[in-house]
């Protein structure tokens, strides 16, 4: 069992400012980012949310910043220690991590530009 202690920006209702929450997650092995992400927001804040479509990194949809770097979050491997940051314009839509705003993935846009699904 591995004990990761993450440390998550959750935008406020003003979509202006963040908090900071820490969670403890007790995980088996090598995961990623977004596997913590996802546990966070299943099992201990429902206000975590966490996109999770393509999984491969090829939406671009889990970009998160990472201890102050740009990751995506489904090809980075969590860390013993991490501090997770939504990019600065999720924060201004209120939430930690892009929410899918279709069923069509044709039509999913990534910091402004059509993926056609990739």
């Known amino acids: 069992m591995r004990i990761i202690h993450v440390r998550c920006a959750i935008p406020t209702h003003s979509g202006r400012e963040k908090e900071f929450r820490k969670f403890t997650v007790e995980m088996d092995g090598d995961v990623s980012v977004l596997d913590v992400l996802d546990h966070i927001a299943l099992y201990l804040d429902t206000e975590i949310t966490c996109y999770s479509f393509c999984r491969q990194g090829l939406c ?35 939430r930690l991590v892009s929410s899918r705003q279709t069923d069509d993935p ?9 993926t056609n699904g990739h």
């Open 106 to 114: 044709s039509e999913e846009k990534v910091n402004g530009q059509q």
């Open 60 to 94: 671009g949809g889990c970009l998160v910043t990472l201890n102050g770097k740009r990751v995506l979050a489904c090809k980075t491997l969590a860390l013993d220690e991490m501090t997770i940051d939504p990019i600065p314009t999720r924060l201004e839509e209120n």
